[in-house]
């Protein structure tokens, strides 16, 4: 009887083992999946803001200027079926909400006319490590035309713009300056060294990211 009892319990911990195992790898296995699939969803926002760029630019070819976009020019595109069929839910890989327009719909009424020769796209609902990606990353991604600024977490007390040289949209941007100094900074190099992402992309899980393009 006692040696029954003896295994018994040798057999009730094998068994606690065993599945507390199964559970250490399931979990390791869980963490590997989700980072994969968080690193192709990374990705694909890029391709994403790329294929969006190409559809706003041939959508606007037989105008003068990006004005057609101005109100909800999301809307506009998807209404003559010109947004990628992956985005026609307006969401990008990551689940969050894309908007595009003319970038006079960014600034209060204005008579300058600069405004609606540029356009913007933004990207809402992004972690900080796909705001930070997306901005160490900003030659690749603009690549093949003309990036003016780009602002992060737009209408937010942390909001930061960056703006390229010979911007338009904001004119004469300091050259010398860092994310907790002003406001608005010349990006150089067309990119964004990791720090200064880091800093802009203050938000755990909800950072924004306007490109305006002109």
């Not at 068994?15 to 980072?35: C, D, E, N, Q, R």
């Not at 990551?94 to 003319?102: A, F, K, N, Q, Y």
């Not at 190099?189 to 924004?208: G, K, R, V």
Request: proline fraction near 3%; glycine fraction near 6%.
């Amino acid at each position: 009887m006692t040696i029954k009892n003896e295994q018994s319990g040798r057999t009730m911990i094998e068994t606690i083992l065993y599945l507390a195992l199964i559970g250490v790898l399931s979990a390791g296995i869980a963490k590997t999946i989700s980072h994969t699939f968080d690193r192709y969803a990374i990705g694909r926002l890029g391709q994403q803001l790329r294929e969006l760029k190409k559809s706003v630019i041939n959508y606007t070819a037989a105008y003068e200027d990006y004005s057609v976009l101005s109100g909800n020019g999301f809307n506009t595109m998807l209404s003559h079926n010109a947004i990628p069929y992956d985005m026609k839910k307006q969401t990008h890989a990551l689940g969050g909400s894309i908007e595009l327009g003319c970038s006079s719909d960014l600034v209060p009424p204005s008579s300058d006319i600069k405004y609606k020769y540029m356009y913007y796209i933004t990207f809402h609902n992004l972690s900080q490590s796909a705001c930070t990606e997306l901005l160490t990353q900003t030659q690749f991604y603009t690549e093949g035309s003309e990036a003016d600024t780009i602002i992060i977490n737009k209408d937010t007390p942390q909001e930061k713009s960056w703006s390229f040289k010979f911007s338009l949209f904001h004119d004469n941007p300091p050259e010398n300056c860092n994310t907790s100094d002003a406001s608005n900074c010349l990006l150089k190099n067309h990119t964004l060294n990791l720090n200064q992402a880091l800093e802009s992309c203050s938000s755990p899980q909800n950072n924004s990211i306007t490109w305006i393009f002109s």
